[in-house]
């Protein structure tokens, strides 16, 4: 299921706001519910902020989100969401497959200011200790737990810190 999936960056078309509109709205309904659309519209507002939607090719329909903060050295995943109904079938696979790949070579970041010094060098994220199922893709990736961030979150719960680098 996940081979006939693309990877595209997001755009501000109808469609795609319609997207990210669902999205957020679906996340913020669940446990550890993330930012509303507004709060990430205002993030969109940063060109290093980049959104990105997997998507059935040929369609609009979207599959999964992936939320990421691109620096001039490392990047911050801020989130990856796939819709509920299509958890544990490999489109959590393979949005972290394209963001690293993207990473390690993003095209519309080449001829702007922030191309500076791409290819970006590590990915870094933040999540709850009690997400299994993230940990589990992160750490299925290689990604490392550098540190404990006590009490990141608004309920106290703890974030840890995982890393790697871009290219392996
Ligand atoms: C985390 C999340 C993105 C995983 O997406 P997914 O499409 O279900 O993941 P995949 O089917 O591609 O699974 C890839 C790997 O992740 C791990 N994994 C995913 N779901 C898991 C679960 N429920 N329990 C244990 N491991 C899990 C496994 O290692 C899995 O590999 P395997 O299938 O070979 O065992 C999804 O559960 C989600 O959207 N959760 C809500 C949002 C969220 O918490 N995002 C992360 C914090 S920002």
Do not use: C
């Not at 060109?47 to 001039?72: C, S, T, Y």
């Not at 990047?75 to 509920?84: E, Q």
Request: glycine residues 8%; hydrophobic residues 45%.
């Amino acid at each position: 299921m996940a081979d006939s999936l693309v990877f595209e960056i997001y755009r501000k078309t109808p469609e795609h706001v319609g997207a990210l509109r669902e999205i957020s709205t679906l996340w913020r309904g669940e446990p550890g519910g993330f930012w509303a659309f507004d709060k990430v519209i205002e993030a969109l507002q940063r060109p290093a902020i980049k959104l990105f939607f997997v998507a059935n090719a040929g369609e609009n329909r979207w599959q999964a989100a992936v939320l990421v903060d691109v620096g001039p050295y490392s990047a911050d995943l801020l989130y990856v969401y796939v819709r509920p109904e299509l958890r544990r079938s490999g489109v959590g696979r393979m949005a972290m497959e394209n963001l690293f790949q993207w990473l390690a070579n993003p095209p519309d970041l080449l001829s702007s200011k922030l191309a500076g010094s791409a290819p970006k060098e590590e990915l870094l994220l933040e999540v709850r200790l009690s997400n299994a199922p993230a940990i589990a893709l992160y750490e299925s990736f290689g990604m490392t737990r550098i540190s404990v961030r006590k009490g990141y979150y608004s309920n106290g719960e703890d974030a840890l810190v995982f890393k790697r680098r871009i290219k392996i």
